[in-house]
């Protein structure tokens, strides 16, 4: 079994590295080396992993750089090599505790070669995707998204932001879909890489933390405190839902915005399938006004809020439609 395994794992490594090719016509200069020890100019390029160096990405305005913060929290030296082999000191401005990226300030403003351009649309299982790394040298590395979104509970809390891509490498570094778009971030950690496949953090929550970031010096989040499941025909046939639509609340968490507004999750369970579920609670079918089937779509709302902003919902809850205004604070750090 295990040599049919990696029988499978050469030849879609093969696969990927036939594509390799078609990335040598994307733009990458904005992806740089971040360098945590001072290291020897023609040291940087022996490709060896031992120097101290990780990849960041170069942001809108070319005064700042986004890198693994795990990667840089204990440096006393940080400087970044462009990939015309110019290098700047850089500090440490600040860390977002969510997307676990560190925000690092150029000693000056550089000019910026091309413009970063964002995906706008979610990658999709199947879609090839490139991790670029630069410690040293250039290297890019072809995959594909094997799930959207790969739910993660972190610190305790699911999150619905991460999609799962296989790779031949799992280093940090930033990842571009097949057209040079940026489309996500992947930070090596032990809770997010495995065995080629690795979760990256989405393109569209990096991209809400660099705004943020950029207006305000600082990056915050706003939270809601719920988990929900999509209501499918097997869930309204076995737990008699009054609706083929809306997110099924199954878990309200303690002193949360949605606690203190009075959402309620069920409290009786039943197995449907292979999955036990929690009974009874508030059905969401509109938040906003808008219409939620999938549990991303409700956790992409949240975090397009600020803290402090309020988020309408339209609930069915025992099968009478109601309308709870809820106030939303700052997303918990641990």
């Known amino acids: 079994m295990q040599s049919f395994r ?8 093969l696969s990927l590295l036939k594509t390799a090719g078609a990335a040598s016509e994307l733009d990458f200069s904005r992806v740089v080396t971040v360098l945590t020890k001072p290291v020897p100019a023609t040291a940087l390029y022996r490709n060896d992993k031992t120097l101290g160096a990780t990849t960041g990405l170069l942001l809108p305005g070319g005064r700042y750089v986004v890198a693994p913060y795990s990667e840089v929290k204990e440096a006393l030296f940080i400087e970044v090599v462009l990939p015309d082999g110019d290098s700047l000191s850089a500090r440490f401005k600040t860390y977002d505790q969510f997307t676990e990226l560190a925000f690092l300030e150029l000693e000056h403003q550089i ?5 970063l351009t964002y995906t706008r649309r979610t990658p999709v299982p199947g879609e090839r995707v490139y991790l670029v790394t630069r410690r040293g040298e250039l290297e890019v590395y072809p995959g594909w998204v094997v799930r959207n979104p790969s739910p993660l ?4 809390y699911l999150r619905e932001d991460y999609f799962k891509v296989f790779s031949p490498a799992v ?3 930033p990842v571009f879909n097949a057209r040079g778009e940026f489309c996500g971030f992947l930070v090596s950690l032990p809770s997010t890489v495995g065995k080629f496949e690795a979760l990256v953090e989405s393109g569209r929550t990096i991209r809400l ?6 207006q305000e010096g600082r990056v915050t989040w706003a939270w809601l405190g719920v988990e929900t499941v ?5 869930l309204v046939r076995a737990l008699g839902i009054p609706s083929r639509r809306g997110l099924l609340v199954t878990k309200v968490y303690p002193r949360s915005p949605a606690a203190r507004a009075g959402l309620r999750a069920g409290r009786a369970t039943k197995s449907v399938g292979n999955r036990i579920y929690q009974i009874g609670g508030d059905l969401i079918l509109k938040v906003s006004g808008l219409p939620v089937e999938r549990p991303e779509e409700l956790f992409n709302l949240v975090l397009s809020k600020r803290p402090g902003e309020t988020l309408e919902l339209e609930i069915l809850r025992r099968g009478k439609r109601r309308y709870i205004a809820i106030k939303l604070s700052r997303r918990p750090e641990r």
């Open 153 to 156: 509970r972190v610190h305790g």
């Open 111 to 115: 000019r910026e070669k091309r413009k």
């Open 209 to 214: 933390a660099v705004e943020r970031f950029l």
């Open 6 to 13: 990696l029988s499978v794992v050469i030849f879609l490594i």
């Open 171 to 173: 280093y940090s570094g």
């Open 230 to 234: 999509p209501i499918s025909a097997s």
